[in-house]
């Protein structure tokens, strides 16, 4: 049965009289230990919304509008629909085996869930992922800051450029002086090989790729 409540978030809870115990999951999508932060969000439900596992980056989500305990917890009615729409067709035949779908973050935030139905796994499991490009971005931001030798500063100002600030608005974002913001921002050009904002930015975006 699908609850809706008409709280002032819209949030939507799916439920059953009597919640089962989660099943144990086949070895095809039960990883040995949790991804953790730096994985994508991870969800594996069942057709009736049971949440089976969730990896560390989709625990993160609770805040966001997006979660599950026991069961699958949505913000964004329409993405909630379309999802219960797909699991029936799917279980029917009368659906592709994946689908991609848009979801609202409650702050927002436009991102994607990419879900696919694991056949023949003895047990009609799902696989729902959170493609986030912020999400993205952040870890980026961490990963340069390890691999460039950053300060917490000189990192603090990288993940606000990135953001689209310059230095004024970071400065005053951080509570401090331009002229400090600027000489961070010469710091940050010099241990990431780059000579402009833009340059910089698009030095974080393909951070993983280049490193690769």
Avoid: Y
Wanted: aromatic share 4%.
């Amino acid at each position: 049965m699908l609850e809706i409540e008409d709280a002032p978030r819209m949030s939507m809870i799916f439920s059953l009289p009597h919640p089962a115990s989660p099943q144990p999951l086949p070895s095809c999508c039960a990883p040995a230990r949790d991804p953790g932060r730096g994985a994508k969000p991870l969800f594996v439900i069942d057709a009736e919304l049971r949440v089976h596992f969730r990896n560390q980056g989709a625990t993160a989500l609770t805040r966001e509008g997006l979660s599950g305990e026991g069961r699958l917890i949505c913000s964004d009615k329409l993405f909630a629909a379309r999802l219960q729409t797909w699991l029936k067709r799917r279980l029917a035949g009368t659906a592709s085996e994946e689908i991609r779908l848009p979801l609202l973050m409650r702050c927002g935030r436009q991102t994607v869930i990419d879900a696919v139905h694991l056949g023949g796994a003895g047990m009609d499991l799902f696989i729902l992922t959170v493609d986030d490009p912020q999400r993205m971005i952040d870890r980026n931001v961490d990963e340069v800051a390890e691999a460039c030798g950053l300060t917490p500063t000189e990192a603090r100002i990288l993940g606000l450029i990135v953001k689209g600030m310059d230095t004024v608005e970071a400065a005053r974002k951080l509570g401090i002086a331009r002229t400090t913001a600027r000489t961070h921002l010469q710091r940050l050009f010099a241990k990431t090989g780059t000579a402009r904002q833009s340059e910089l930015v698009r030095f974080v975006a393909t951070f993983v790729e280049e490193a690769a």
